[in-house]
Structures are given as C-alpha cells and as structure tokens.
C-alpha cells in the first residue's frame, strides 16, 4: 500500500491484533524498540473512542513520541481521531484503496523521466470534505472535488479530476519537478516541494484544466493544455 | 406510513444556523400532515428545543430516567399542547452532563420507532461527543447551513463525518436566505453554498423576522398556519420528505409579487 511508503521516513508503531494483546501490554516493549519522535500509529481494528485515543496519546507524549499520523480501518477510531485533531488515514479492509497502474500515457514527458518506484499512484474515489486529509508516498488521483478546509499531499504529483479549493502539496519529499493538476485550480494554498503560493483570487475560466509547477524558483500556474501554454499564463500571488 | 419509521439527525456543525428552530417548525408540520412524531433534543446540556415548543414548564422525565428504567418511555414524553400528533422528548438534563453513551441514544431512537412515524433529532454544534452519541442514532440526516463561508465550512465537515458513520441520504436545508444580498452578491449564492456541499436541496428558507418573534413566544411558526415566508419554506420542506414535488422557491424572485407587499403591509400594521 501507499501508506507502507511512510515507513521510510516515519519510523511506525503497529498496535498487537485484538485478539493476541492489548496495546496497553504490549506498548512499552514495543515503544523500547522505537527512538523517541514522530511516528505513524497504525491502529487496524482497534475501536477507540475519544477517551482510549487521548490516554494513548498521553501515553506517547510521555516517552517522548509524537503522532505524525494515524492509519485505522475502524470508521469509530478515525472520527475520533479527527475529533482529537489528528491526521488521520481511513484504510478499507481489503487492499483496493491503492493499485499501482503502469504510466500509458507516455505523451507526458514528465512522468517517463521518473523512476518507477515513485509512479505508483494513490486513487481517491469522491470529494474530500473540509477537515478530511490524503497523504501518499506516490502520485495521487482524486476523482472528486477538494473542498476547502481538506488537505491532499503526494510525495509525487497530485492530480484532481474535480476543484482544488482546498490545500494541495505535490513533492512532499522535496520533489521540485513536481505538479499540481486540477480542472479547476483554485486552491487557498499550494505547496509544490518546499515552495509556497497562495492561490488566485481571480474567476477560473470554465473548461481549462490548469496546472502549477515551480518555474524558476516560484509556482505558476498555467493552462494544463500544452499548446495553449505558450498564449497564455496565470501568475499565483506569492 | 406506520410500518416505516424514519429517524433523522438535524445537524449543522456550527451553532446558531438553526437547527433548534427547524426541528420544532418541521416536527409541527409533519404532525400537521397527519404523522406521529416525536423530536429528541440530543443537546441536553444547553437544551432549549423545549423552550420553542413552549414545553418547558411540563417536562418532568427525560430519557435518562427511562433508560435508568425508572420511569416509562409514555410518562417521559410531552405531548404537544395544540398539536397532539407531536411529542417532545428531552434527552437529558443539564445537570447531569456525560451520563449518557451513543449505545443509550440507539436504545433510546429504538424505542421511539415503534411508536412514531418520524423521529427528529435535534443534534448539539460541534462534532465532540455529543454530535457523536446523537449521530450513533440517526438513518438519515438534514445538514442546516446558512450562506457564510463558515457555516458551510462546518456543515462541510459535518457532512464528512455523517458518511463516515454511514448516515446516509443526507439532505440540505439552506436557512437565513436573503434575496436582495445574494442578487447584490454580498452573500453567497446558492449555487456557490451547494456547489461545495453538494447535497440535495432539501429547502431554502429565507431571513424572516416573524421567526424570532414566535421563538420567543414559544410558538412554532408552522403551528397556526401563519403565512411568513420562513413557515411557508418549513412546511415545504416537510411535504418534500414526505415525498411531495414542491419546487425551491427562487429566492430571485422572492418579495416582488404584490401578495408579497401585502402581505409585509400587514404584517406591519399588526405588530
């Protein structure tokens, strides 16, 4: 899976199946294991309510760790989680959330000049509502709109088939050559690596998929169509 | 109708858009329309759908003592005044903060069911654990927003926490319209608030003074048949759930018409 990605730059604290241990027992062998900092707890079935989550927190907090963000397929433990203020992945039970398609189009010039372990592709079907949050270590496809006040970030490009009006961060790892896609591109913030615009405040044209990129140290957006790139340009506010 | 029974969640996100005022208006046009409905103030620590229906000086139980079983389900419920077809069961009292659990609020709609046509929840603001216990009841679902960026943001949120539970079909009721600011567009439009949303329009309800006056009153404005716009928009969205075909009303060509200049003549001639 994507998420497993993390694992490279985020060291992780799996919690025990429910029906082996409970995480109460086995958290401070496990946490002997672990040097203090961020780390990515990956509940998988554990049911915790507001109360459970915030005494494992302070448990954490008290070794000296930090929930970087946390992967549960339990629907009650990620609303509590969202309540606690903590980015939270919503993983479905069987392993579909993510395929790793081949790059066809080789029309696009960019994604031929990549190396094939950043091609794997996260895809989000629906709108991400305000507060709800993606993040993956490869490229990202959001077949939906991103709302305002929602969150999308790839290691790889982030591509939305939908509006972008929430904040999108392509390159998280630090890639420049990364892009931020979307039919509509009116983002109140775009991050591409370690570059950070505001977006336009103008009226999107109906009809132009736009694309954002650093050009010489800044993000600009333009029209996604390569031909029309060259009649046109649209500065982001810095 | 009876075989069916429907529970739906009033839930907003933000405080203050009018949820409150919408389960009491929507509750008294449903019992109007011939349907057993009870409404289940979920917000017991600062509950006040009672206040609305000019019930509060005849609660005596509430839905901890029937869980507590010490009393029964019929003494705890009060019965509307004019209106009999409709009840008012308070979830809680004040003073007994995080006693009850999302179990005891499915307990509770369950037992509601069998005896009413439609359950309406009045939902606290905010999505912590009383939205969470209220939700853990709820089928289906009404989001109330007005058109400001915040509340949009909120029910926005809400709207995502409502799928994640699995309440689905979740309907929109757009509150506080007015048409002269939208046209001037110093307020979202319409299309702008469900554009993001993107729910079913349930209704839209535009800005009525007569809707404070009769929250203070402790008269819902559906109950004597008033004809206020915000009574006319509440009445509609009850024959909508019902399943009539009413049409939106356009707020565009809201207050032009004659009757409608009327009807402000006399109103202000009265009050």
Known sequence: ?238 | MASTSRTILICSGKGGVGKTTLTANLGIALARLGLRTVVLDADFGLRNLDLLLGLENRIVFTAQEVLAESCRLEQALVKHKQEPNLALLPAGNPRMLEWLKPEDMQTIAAMLEKQFDYVLIDCPAGIEDGFKNAVAAAKEAIVITTPEVSAVRDADRVIGLLNTHGVTPVQLVLNRVRPKMMASQEMLAVDDVTDILALPLLGLVLEDEQVIVSTNRGEPLTLNGSSSPAARAYGNVARRLQGDDVPLIDPSKEGRGLRAKVRRLMQKKIF
């Open chain 1, 1 to 238: 899976m994507a998420a497993d990605q993390n694992s490279g730059l985020l060291q992780r604290l799996v919690l025990p199946p429910i029906k082996q241990a409970h995480w109460k027992d086995t958290l401070p062998d496990q946490l002997q294991r672990l040097r203090p900092g961020s780390l990515n707890l990956i509940s998988h079935h554990w049911e915790m309510r507001c109360r459970d989550l915030s005494s494992l927190i302070e448990l954490l907090q008290g070794e000296g760790f930090r929930i970087a963000s946390l992967h549960t397929q339990e629907p009650l433990t990620a609303i509590s989680a969202q309540a606690l203020g903590l980015p939270v992945q919503l993983l479905e039970s069987d392993p579909m959330a993510s395929d790793a398609t081949p790059s066809d189009d080789s029309g696009d010039q960019s994604s031929d000049t990549k190396p094939d372990c950043t091609t794997q592709l996260r895809l989000h079907r629906g709108t991400l509502r305000a507060g709800e949050q993606i993040e993956t270590a490869g490229d990202l496809l959001v077949l939906g709109d991103v709302n305002p006040g929602a969150n999308v970030a790839a290691a790889g490009d982030v591509m939305i088939w939908g509006r972008l009006r929430g904040i999108a961060h392509a390159g998280r790892d630090g890639d420049r050559s990364a892009k931020v896609v979307a039919l509509q591109l009116r983002p109140l913030q775009l991050r591409i690596a370690d570059q950070v615009a505001r977006g336009p405040d103008d009226r999107p044209q109906p009809g132009l998929a736009e694309e954002a990129r650093i050009d010489a140290g800044d993000i600009v957006i333009e029209p996604a169509n390569p031909r029309l790139r060259a009649r046109m340009s649209i500065p982001a506010t810095d």
